[in-house]
């Protein structure tokens, strides 16, 4: 479908997989999949044919504060933050079986509403989602303060308690694996939750959610509230009765969402903001390896991806060589129907994400970037595009300062060390970066140099349910893995009580 395919031009064979029934299209407060209070709903878009999957229900503010009730007073009073903590493990465990016991629905619904690919979200995503589970299931009966030695006369200690009530807002790129960053932590630490999922992708979000009542989740601990930004996602960062808040996505939305929550209740936010994120590569790298490591780190999930390798730098002395292997791999990328078991690239995640990325692929024309591959929209039915590489960009271009969450690489040289960290500290984002060197002097050098929350050395994309996730400058802050993570769920409350036996008291 684009430089190789296996589907045809703009044609997608469902042959080989029977589509999924979708089953859970309604809101889901307290237990229960109910109607939204305006009766209205939208259309979730299968960006392959362009058609429509389902109409869901549409929560707005009112659904909001609904949801918002029920995790109140299952804090406040039931039994999931009282519970003891191997007993909420358990019950994290069983999803995590539930989930891989229907993961192929699991799978396809995300297929279907994100375009992502079906053998990468069956293989990679949702297990990497249900081990989040399963970690954190293991972390939660180890929260834990600390006994303090105090001057004088008295004892103190400290307890780790739930912060409350959380707000999650995720995004489209990522349905499952952002669904269970955001839960998972904040499940173990014994808190109860109003999440909205994406406009475009809230079918996996609702399937989860039906999933987490059979596995025996108590009624208002997780509540599901499909909906759009400015309606309902903003009813969540302004809430009043919301301890906390955790999203991800634009730099635009991110301040909306810390100005609605300073103008309500002071709640914590935690962003992550995405990237812009290099990909340095040295002379003594293994060129094949670092071509390999480059398109697929910009290629992989389309484009759509946090952390993608967007600008990738490459020493002079091998530039030549590696430009040619980048772009004659590029030529082979089989971007087709995401369901089919060849294609390597699916469709973008709907179409003002597609006419984005045309735009910024038109900023580099315009701008004098050389483009060496792609460039263009493929076929008339679907978001399909083709991978794309420009080389001769400047730093000041808008391709290399912007995200532009697509498949579309800028490709810049460099001489010495000194101007590969300078070149890759000059952007506003911090998320990740990737270092390519047989050199242990120059790893350990551009890691400590670079500004950027996760840096891979000799490898691209390795995340772990233990590894903090979260960046430096625009890219945002609090971590989203790891046991960081499940620290900005629980808040620190210091207990000092007298020493009675005291022969000063």
Same mark, same amino acid.
């Given at each position: 479908?684009?430089?190789?395919?296996?589907?045809?031009?703009?044609?997608?064979?469902?042959?080989?997989?029977?589509?999924?029934?979708?089953?859970?299209?309604?809101?889901?407060?307290?237990?229960?999949?109910?109607?939204?209070?305006?009766g209205?709903?939208?259309?979730?878009?299968?960006?392959?044919?362009?058609?429509v999957?389902?109409?869901?229900?549409?929560?707005?503010?009112?659904?909001?504060?609904v949801a918002?009730?029920?995790?109140?007073e299952?804090f406040?009073?039931?039994p999931?933050?009282?519970?003891?903590?191997?007993?909420?493990?358990?019950?994290?465990?069983?999803?995590a079986?539930?989930?891989?016991e229907?993961?192929?629905?699991?799978?396809?619904l995300?297929?279907?509403?994100?375009?992502?690919?079906?053998?990468?979200?069956?293989?990679?995503?949702?297990?990497?989602?249900?081990?989040a589970?399963?970690?954190?299931?293991?972390?939660?009966?180890?929260?834990?303060?600390?006994?303090?030695?105090?001057?004088?006369?008295?004892h103190?200690?400290?307890?780790?308690?739930?912060?409350?009530?959380?707000?999650?807002?995720?995004?489209w790129?990522?349905?499952?694996?952002?669904?269970?960053?955001?839960?998972?932590?904040?499940?173990?630490?014994?808190?109860?939750?109003?999440l909205?999922p994406? #406009?475009q992708?809230?079918? &996996?979000? !609702?399937?989860?959610?039906?999933? $987490?009542?059979?596995?025996?989740?108590? *009624?208002?601990? @997780?509540?599901?509230?499909?909906?759009?930004?400015?309606?309902?996602?903003a009813?969540?960062?302004s809430?009043?009765?919301?301890?906390?808040?955790?999203?991800?996505?634009?730099?635009?939305?991110?301040?909306?969402?810390?100005?609605?929550?300073?103008?309500?209740?002071?709640?914590?936010v935690?962003? #992550?903001?995405?990237?812009? &994120?290099? !990909?340095?590569?040295?002379?003594? $790298?293994?060129?094949?390896?670092?071509? *390999?490591?480059? @398109?697929i780190?910009?290629?992989?999930?389309?484009?759509?991806v946090?952390?993608a390798?967007?600008?990738?730098?490459?020493?002079?002395?091998?530039?030549?060589?590696?430009?040619?292997?980048?772009?004659?791999?590029?030529?082979?990328?089989?971007?087709?129907d995401?369901?089919?078991?060849?294609?390597?690239?699916?469709?973008q995640?709907?179409?003002?994400?597609?006419?984005?990325?045309l735009?910024?692929?038109?900023?580099?024309?315009?701008?004098g970037?050389?483009?060496?591959?792609g460039?263009?929209r493929?076929?008339?039915?679907g978001?399909?595009?083709?991978?794309t590489?420009?080389s001769?960009?400047?730093?000041?271009?808008?391709?290399?300062?912007?995200?532009?969450?697509?498949p579309?690489?800028?490709?810049?040289?460099?001489?010495r060390?000194?101007?590969?960290i300078?070149?890759?500290?000059?952007?506003?984002?911090?998320?990740?970066?990737?270092?390519?060197?047989?050199?242990?002097?120059?790893?350990?050098t551009?890691?400590?140099?670079?500004?950027?929350?996760?840096?891979?050395i000799n490898?691209?994309?390795?995340?772990?349910s233990?590894?903090?996730?979260?960046?430096?400058?625009?890219?945002?802050?609090?971590?989203?893995?790891?046991?960081e993570?499940?620290?900005?769920?629980?808040?620190?409350?210091?207990v000092?009580?007298?020493?009675y036996?005291?022969?000063?008291?």
């Amino acid at each position: 479908m684009s430089a190789s395919s296996d589907s045809g031009n703009g044609h997608n064979d469902n042959s080989f997989f029977n589509m999924p029934t979708i089953n859970f299209t309604k809101l889901f407060i307290n237990g229960n999949f109910v109607h939204s209070i305006s009766g209205r709903k939208f259309e979730t878009i299968d960006p392959r044919t362009e058609e429509v999957i389902a109409s869901v229900s549409e929560g707005d503010r009112e659904d909001i504060d609904v949801a918002v009730e029920a995790a109140r007073e299952a804090f406040d009073r039931g039994p999931w933050p009282r519970m003891a903590a191997t007993e909420r493990a358990k019950i994290m465990v069983k999803w995590a079986e539930l989930i891989e016991e229907n993961i192929d629905e699991a799978a396809a619904l995300d297929t279907m509403d994100a375009g992502k690919l079906y053998y990468f979200n069956k293989f990679a995503e949702i297990p990497s989602a249900t081990n989040a589970l399963r970690y954190y299931a293991g972390a939660a009966d180890k929260i834990h303060g600390k006994v303090l030695k105090m001057n004088g006369d008295f004892h103190a200690y400290t307890l780790m308690e739930p912060i409350g009530v959380v707000g999650h807002i995720i995004p489209w790129n990522a349905p499952s694996f952002a669904f269970f960053m955001k839960v998972s932590p904040s499940l173990a630490a014994g808190c109860t939750m109003v999440l909205k999922p994406a #406009e475009q992708t809230p079918l &996996s979000a !609702l399937f989860y959610a039906h999933l $987490a009542k059979l596995a025996g989740i108590p *009624d208002g601990v @997780l509540n599901v509230v499909p909906g759009f930004g400015p309606t309902a996602g903003a009813a969540i960062s302004s809430h009043m009765d919301i301890d906390a808040v955790s999203f991800t996505g634009s730099i635009e939305v991110g301040r909306e969402v810390m100005q609605s929550a300073a103008r309500s209740n002071l709640k914590p936010v935690s962003l #992550e903001l995405g990237g812009k &994120s290099p !990909l340095i590569i040295f002379d003594d $790298a293994d060129i094949d390896k670092a071509a *390999d490591l480059a @398109l697929i780190g910009i290629m992989s999930n389309k484009g759509e991806v946090c952390v993608a390798s967007s600008r990738v730098y490459v020493q002079e002395g091998i530039y030549n060589e590696f430009e040619k292997k980048l772009v004659e791999k590029a030529k082979t990328w089989v971007v087709g129907d995401p369901f089919h078991p060849k294609s390597q690239q699916g469709p973008q995640a709907d179409m003002k994400q597609l006419k984005k990325i045309l735009s910024y692929i038109e900023h580099g024309n315009r701008e004098g970037a050389t483009l060496l591959t792609g460039g263009n929209r493929v076929g008339n039915k679907g978001y399909y595009i083709q991978p794309t590489i420009f080389s001769n960009v400047k730093e000041e271009m808008v391709i290399a300062q912007e995200e532009i969450f697509g498949p579309v690489l800028a490709l810049m040289k460099f001489k010495r060390m000194e101007e590969a960290i300078k070149s890759g500290n000059n952007s506003k984002y911090g998320l990740a970066a990737g270092i390519m060197t047989k050199n242990i002097d120059t790893a350990n050098t551009m890691s400590r140099s670079i500004r950027a929350g996760v840096v891979w050395i000799n490898c691209y994309f390795v995340l772990g349910s233990d590894v903090p996730f979260g960046g430096y400058k625009m890219s945002g802050f609090g971590k989203d893995s790891g046991l960081e993570a499940l620290h900005k769920y629980l808040q620190t409350k210091s207990v000092v009580t007298p020493i009675y036996n005291s022969p000063w008291l």
